[in-house]
Every structure is written in structure tokens, then in C-alpha cells.
């Protein structure tokens, strides 16, 4: 059955990590230790001015210049071990350092596998909406003791020294590209191993990087093993300095999924979808099932906000200047026959946006409703402002087509992961930097539509989804996942994407329009190009436990 065709793990298995010489620490230039020393009040001015109002403001102080931390996280004697059964064991503190709240999102199941493995975790967060996203995701966790939490000391070298004989910790883990010279060489020093887990390099920040060449090149040379999402962004951390026998290819962490559980979602009985796809004349293989649980969670949602049989779009996690888009697409959809009762939910990626987009809305002469005022979805409703927290999932479900925001502004796109996880499909801007190898892995199966792009494969209303050969040929086209013999040639260059002017093309919001026309006007459509999205978001699961594997084997190999 479809879903079982997971490729293989042989990315840890084709080389041996554990085999790697060791290596001497490598000093950043005498030019960046000084730096460092001479900003460093500056920071602690830019810290004052940006968070002396907080009442947390004392403990981010004190945290990020090495004055005090939380105490170590310790074995939780209560947890057991599914298989054994017996009590987790102390193997030790691995730190994880996370920027900000997408880079917290993505290596939430990575730590939550690690925990569950017996581990302990020192999770460190730079900006304060990446703080609050850990404090919040990890509450039970750091509460019980298996997790301490602060904000990432600065990169000196007496407040690391501080930092790491605080924390001991067995490895340091970093996500995705922020990294700091001083702290990857004092790691070094200690023979803590530091691996980049989820590691992305775009073209721009590559050029960043090598305009600080040498600081560039002995942050790779220090670091341990670089876990790469694709083979472009592994030949740019090799064109940097990186070894090329520690660099891996093992997908994105963006394919994981990390979901909360929502109020909103009204309960479904599994067991009876389940029953009810066995003994019906369809394949009763693992995604037919999977896809009948969709089915009827979209039916129930629908029926409990009262809108079945009506075409609905959601505009999801969206910026200032989304919004503005996505309410005049839906004025032009109105105008069609049969799209006069289509309901557009918008969904602002950040709370203190809501009274702002709830303005817009006014302004638009749309008709509308605001779910924190507790206004019903009438008939009459065409557009709907989900201004709560926790429930973006229920939206995507509850969907026929899903607009990812942070794509039609210079963001870099949020992760279409989520919809695609619940079979939803997927219309996302020109920006979509931030997660482009997952954006293009669902354009090449149908299930995302991007302006311009070369990838897109649109699918047609009679395949058979539950029986998707090209969703598998397609799953990864970095199968061999070890990068022995990286190129040192050119990049390729994101920019070529651009026109010449640097902005979206002109016709964009008519493309993006006339894709809405398409699967709204045709659900038959846009429910196959979701069930594609969610059969290759399902067989992308086994990247956690590829960069699961080569993150034990190198802690096993100091140990």
C-alpha cells in the first residue's frame, strides 16, 4: 500500500559517522573576538531597549550574560518506557538552541523523540516570541524537570564558558542557519559534539556568510556533522569551509507534523470511520482510511459552523498587505454564479493584528463576522475573521482550498505542511523562501500552486489518490542522502526566481485568482489535489527519524 513505501534509512547507515576523525578547535579571527567584546554593551543596550518593560526583563538579563539559570533538567523517574517498561535512564543533556518561534515549531517533535528517548533537553530561544513558543509547547515538560529553558547567552567566551559548565550538556544541537563563531568553538574545546539539525542555507544568507569568510569557515570546520534539508543548501555550507563528510541530506523537520489538539474540532469516532472504509468496495489500505477520517472530519466542521455545501477558502498566518489581497480575490470570486456563496475565513498570523484586519474587513463592504465576538456564521456571511488562538487547524480542515500567508509579502512563507497534513490544497505567493523543498515537493504532486512555477503538475478530478505512484517516485529526490562528493561549482541562485525588478510579477493576483476559480469551482478537483498533498506529506514522516539516528550516533561516539 501506498504508505508504506517510506524510503529506506540509509543515510546513517552508508557512511559511518561514528568513524570520523576528531579535530582540533578552530578560532574564529582575531577581528571577530573583538568585535564581539565591543558590541557587546551595544547589545545589552538593544536588550534594555527593546524588552525593559517586560516583567521578565531582569531574568533575560540575567540569563543571556551568564548571571543565572534555571536549574539542570533531571531524569522524570514517573516516565516510562513504552517497550521496556522500565524507568528512563539518565543519558544526558543535549542543548538546543532555536531562534525564533518557526525554528522552535519545527524542532518540537525532533525533542519531543529525544525526551521520549530518555534525554534531557536545555532548550535556549533568542527572540521573546520564540521564548514564549517554547515556555508554552514545552510547559509540561519544563514543569516535571525534564526541560530547562532560557534565552541563548551572548557569544563571548567567558559567558559561554559560564553557560556550558551551568548546562554540561553531552551535545549542542542548532536549527536550521543561526550559528555563532566563539560558541562553536568553545563547544570544540570541551569535545561537545555541535550538529546544525534541519540545516538550510538560502542564497542570500549564503552570500552573507561569505562575506565573513573566515569567521564563516571555522564555524563549519568546528561543527560536528550539518544535517542538511536539500543538496543545494549542502553545497552551500561545503562552499563555506564544511567538510564534506559531515555534511548529511536528510529532508526538512517542515514535514513533521506538530499539531495541538483544538476545541473547535468536534470529536470524531475513528473506530466507526475505520469500520465503515473496511467494509466498503474501496481499497481499505492504511490512506483510504486516513482519507475517510478527513472526509468526515470536513463534514462534521461543516455542519457545526453551518456552512456545508458552501465553497470556503482560508487565508492563513497572514501579514500586513495579505490581507488586503486576499479580501479583493474574494470580491472578484463573488461575482461568479456559482461562487456567490463562498466563504473566505482570514486568519492573521499575529493577535495584535486582529483589530486591524477586523478594520480592513469593515472597509471592504464585505459582509462579516468575528469569531472573539461570537458571531455565528450566517448565510449571509462572506467573510469570516478567526481571530483565536489554537484552532488554525480546524480552519484548514474545515477548508475546501487553503492560501498560506507570509507568500504574497516578503516573509518567506509559512510551512503548507499543516493543510496538506489534512488533505487540504495549497495556493502560496512568491515568497516562499522559508520552506521552498517542501513547497516544491507538493507542486510537483498537484497539491500546491505557486505563480510562475515550473514544478506545479496539476492533477486531474478521476486519479486514484490512494494508489499515487508519482507521489512516491517523487518523495525525495536526495535519497542517497550522504553528500561524499559535493560540488564546489556554482549555487543555485534564488534570485533567478525574481524579476527584474525584485517584486512579484504584475499578474500574480490574477494567476492566484484564477487557481482559486479552478478547485473552488470544481471541489472534486481540489479534494484529489489535497488527498495528493496529504499522501506525500504522510510518506515524508520518516525524516524525524533519519536526523533522529545521526544525532544519537554521533553522541555515541564520544561516549
Not at 559531515?246 to 495541538?260: D, E, F, H, Y
Given at each position: 500500500?501506498?504508505?508504506?513505501?517510506?524510503?529506506?534509512?540509509?543515510?546513517?547507515?552508508?557512511?559511518?559517522?561514528?568513524?570520523?576523525?576528531?579535530?582540533?578547535?578552530?578560532?574564529?579571527?582575531?577581528?571577530?573576538?573583538?568585535?564581539?567584546?565591543?558590541?557587546?554593551?551595544?547589545?545589552?543596550?538593544?536588550?534594555?531597549?527593546?524588552?525593559?518593560?517586560?516583567?521578565?526583563?531582569?531574568?533575560?538579563?540575567?540569563?543571556?550574560?551568564?548571571?543565572?539559570?534555571?536549574?539542570?533538567?533531571?531524569?522524570?523517574?514517573?516516565?516510562?518506557?513504552?517497550?521496556?517498561?522500565?524507568?528512563?535512564?539518565?543519558?544526558?543533556?543535549?542543548?538546543?538552541?532555536?531562534?525564533?518561534?518557526?525554528?522552535?515549531?519545527?524542532?518540537?517533535?525532533?525533542?519531543?523523540?529525544?525526551?521520549?528517548?530518555?534525554?534531557?533537553?536545555?532548550?535556549?530561544?533568542?527572540?521573546?516570541?520564540?521564548?514564549?513558543?517554547?515556555?508554552?509547547?514545552?510547559a509540561d515538560e519544563i514543569a516535571q524537570g525534564q526541560m530547562s529553558h532560557s534565552?541563548?547567552?551572548?557569544?563571548?567566551?567567558?559567558?559561554?564558558?559560564?553557560?556550558?559548565?551551568?548546562?554540561?550538556?553531552?551535545?549542542?544541537?542548532?536549527?536550521?542557519?543561526?550559528?555563532?563563531?566563539?560558541?562553536?568553538?568553545?563547544?570544540?574545546?570541551?569535545?561537545?559534539?555541535?550538529?546544525?539539525?534541519?540545516?538550510?542555507?538560502?542564497?542570500?544568507?549564503?552570500?552573507?556568510?561569505?562575506?565573513?569568510?573566515?569567521?564563516?569557515?571555522?564555524?563549519?570546520?568546528?561543527?560536528?556533522?550539518?544535517?542538511?534539508?536539500?543538496?543545494?543548501?549542502?553545497?552551500?555550507?561545503?562552499?563555506?569551509?564544511?567538510?564534506?563528510?559531515?555534511?548529511?541530506?536528510?529532508?526538512?523537520?517542515?514535514?513533521?507534523?506538530?499539531?495541538?489538539?483544538?476545541?473547535?474540532?468536534?470529536?470524531?469516532?475513528?473506530?466507526?470511520?475505520?469500520?465503515?472504509?473496511?467494509?466498503?468496495?474501496?481499497?481499505?489500505?492504511?490512506?483510504?482510511?486516513?482519507?475517510?477520517?478527513?472526509?468526515?472530519?470536513?463534514?462534521?466542521?461543516?455542519?457545526?459552523?453551518?456552512?456545508?455545501?458552501?465553497?470556503?477558502?482560508?487565508?492563513?498566518?497572514?501579514?500586513?498587505?495579505?490581507?488586503?489581497?486576499?479580501?479583493?480575490?474574494?470580491?472578484?470570486?463573488?461575482?461568479?454564479?456559482?461562487?456567490?456563496?463562498?466563504?473566505?475565513?482570514?486568519?492573521?498570523?499575529?493577535?495584535?493584528?486582529?483589530?486591524?484586519?477586523?478594520?480592513?474587513?469593515?472597509?471592504?463592504?464585505?459582509?462579516?463576522?468575528?469569531?472573539?465576538?461570537?458571531?455565528?456564521?450566517?448565510?449571509?456571511?462572506?467573510?469570516?475573521?478567526?481571530?483565536?488562538?489554537?484552532?488554525?487547524?480546524?480552519?484548514?480542515?474545515?477548508?475546501?482550498?487553503a492560501l498560506v500567508g507570509g507568500s504574497l509579502v516578503d516573509i518567506g512563507g509559512?510551512?503548507?505542511?499543516?493543510?496538506?497534513?489534512?488533505?487540504?490544497?495549497?495556493?502560496?505567493?512568491?515568497?516562499?523562501?522559508?520552506?521552498?523543498?517542501?513547497?516544491?515537493?507538493?507542486?510537483?504532486?498537484?497539491?500546491?500552486?505557486?505563480?510562475?512555477?515550473?514544478?506545479?503538475?496539476p492533477v486531474t478530478a478521476d486519479e486514484d489518490v490512494t494508489d499515487f505512484e508519482?507521489?512516491?517516485?517523487?518523495?525525495?529526490?536526495?535519497?542517497?542522502?550522504?553528500?561524499?562528493?559535493?560540488?564546489?561549482?556554482?549555487?543555485?541562485?534564488?534570485?533567478?526566481?525574481?524579476?527584474?525588478?525584485?517584486?512579484?510579477?504584475?499578474?500574480?493576483?490574477?494567476?492566484?485568482?484564477?487557481?482559486?476559480?479552478?478547485?473552488?469551482?470544481?471541489?472534486?478537483?481540489?479534494?484529489?489535489?489535497?488527498?495528493?498533498?496529504?499522501?506525500?506529506?504522510?510518506?515524508?514522516?520518516?525524516?524525524?527519524?533519519?536526523?533522529?539516528?545521526?544525532?544519537?550516533?554521533?553522541?555515541?561516539?564520544?561516549?
Amino acid at each position: 500500500m501506498p504508505s508504506s513505501r517510506i524510503p529506506p534509512e540509509t543515510s546513517a547507515e552508508t557512511t559511518d559517522i561514528t568513524s570520523l576523525p576528531d579535530r582540533a578547535p578552530h578560532n574564529p579571527p582575531y577581528y571577530y573576538k573583538v568585535a564581539i567584546r565591543l558590541l557587546k554593551p551595544m547589545y545589552r543596550l538593544q536588550v534594555w531597549r527593546r524588552s525593559h518593560q517586560r516583567a521578565n526583563y531582569q531574568q533575560e538579563v540575567a540569563q543571556r550574560f551568564g548571571k543565572q539559570y534555571p536549574p539542570r533538567p533531571v531524569v522524570n523517574t514517573a516516565s516510562f518506557d513504552e517497550t521496556s517498561r522500565a524507568p528512563n535512564t539518565e543519558k544526558g543533556v543535549i542543548w538546543c538552541h532555536a531562534v525564533s518561534l518557526g525554528e522552535t515549531n519545527t524542532v518540537a517533535p525532533l525533542l519531543d523523540a529525544l525526551l521520549k528517548g530518555g534525554y534531557q533537553i536545555w532548550l535556549t530561544n533568542t527572540t521573546q516570541t520564540g521564548f514564549s513558543r517554547g515556555a508554552s509547547r514545552f510547559a509540561d515538560e519544563i514543569a516535571q524537570g525534564q526541560m530547562s529553558h532560557s534565552y541563548v547567552p551572548v557569544d563571548s567566551p567567558r559567558v559561554i564558558e559560564t553557560f556550558l559548565t551551568h548546562v554540561q550538556p553531552i551535545a549542542a544541537l542548532f536549527v536550521e542557519t543561526e550559528l555563532w563563531a566563539n560558541i562553536l568553538t568553545k563547544l570544540s574545546e570541551h569535545s561537545i559534539p555541535s550538529i546544525l539539525v534541519n540545516g538550510r542555507l538560502s542564497d542570500s544568507s549564503f552570500r552573507s556568510y561569505k562575506k565573513i569568510g573566515a569567521v564563516s569557515s571555522s564555524m563549519m570546520k568546528n561543527l560536528s556533522l550539518i544535517i542538511a534539508q536539500d543538496k543545494d543548501s549542502a553545497k552551500r555550507f561545503r562552499q563555506l569551509g564544511a567538510s564534506s563528510n559531515r555534511i548529511r541530506v536528510a529532508g526538512s523537520l517542515k514535514w513533521v507534523i506538530n499539531t495541538m489538539k483544538t476545541d473547535a474540532s468536534p470529536d470524531i469516532d475513528e473506530t466507526e470511520v475505520i469500520s465503515q472504509a473496511e467494509t466498503s468496495d474501496v481499497k481499505d489500505d492504511s490512506s483510504t482510511i486516513q482519507q475517510s477520517i478527513l472526509s468526515s472530519q470536513k463534514l462534521e466542521l461543516a455542519e457545526a459552523f453551518a456552512v456545508v455545501d458552501r465553497p470556503i477558502w482560508v487565508a492563513a498566518s497572514t501579514h500586513s498587505g495579505e490581507e488586503e489581497t486576499v479580501l479583493s480575490l474574494h470580491q472578484q470570486l463573488l461575482s461568479h454564479a456559482e461562487l456567490a456563496n463562498a466563504l473566505l475565513i482570514i486568519v492573521p498570523r499575529h493577535p495584535e493584528r486582529f483589530d486591524e484586519v477586523a478594520a480592513l474587513m469593515q472597509k471592504s463592504a464585505l459582509k462579516t463576522a468575528r469569531r472573539s465576538a461570537d458571531e455565528a456564521i450566517g448565510l449571509e456571511t462572506q467573510v469570516y475573521l478567526a481571530d483565536s488562538m489554537g484552532e488554525l487547524m480546524t480552519w484548514y480542515k474545515l477548508a475546501d482550498v487553503a492560501l498560506v500567508g507570509g507568500s504574497l509579502v516578503d516573509i518567506g512563507g509559512h510551512n503548507p505542511v499543516e493543510p496538506a497534513s489534512v488533505a487540504t490544497p495549497i495556493i502560496m505567493g512568491h515568497y516562499t523562501q522559508s520552506c521552498q523543498s517542501v513547497v516544491d515537493k507538493l507542486s510537483e504532486v498537484g497539491a500546491l500552486y505557486q505563480p510562475h512555477s515550473s514544478l506545479y503538475c496539476p492533477v486531474t478530478a478521476d486519479e486514484d489518490v490512494t494508489d499515487f505512484e508519482y507521489v512516491d517516485a517523487k518523495i525525495n529526490s536526495d535519497s542517497d542522502l550522504v553528500v561524499n562528493d559535493i560540488d564546489s561549482g556554482d549555487v543555485i541562485n534564488e534570485d533567478d526566481m525574481i524579476n527584474e525588478d525584485g517584486v512579484i510579477d504584475d499578474n500574480d493576483d490574477m494567476l492566484i485568482y484564477q487557481q482559486l476559480t479552478t478547485w473552488l469551482g470544481d471541489l472534486a478537483l481540489a479534494k484529489t489535489a489535497g488527498q495528493a498533498g496529504e499522501q506525500m506529506t504522510a510518506l515524508q514522516q520518516s525524516v524525524l527519524s533519519r536526523q533522529l539516528k545521526m544525532i544519537e550516533d554521533i553522541i555515541a561516539s564520544v561516549q
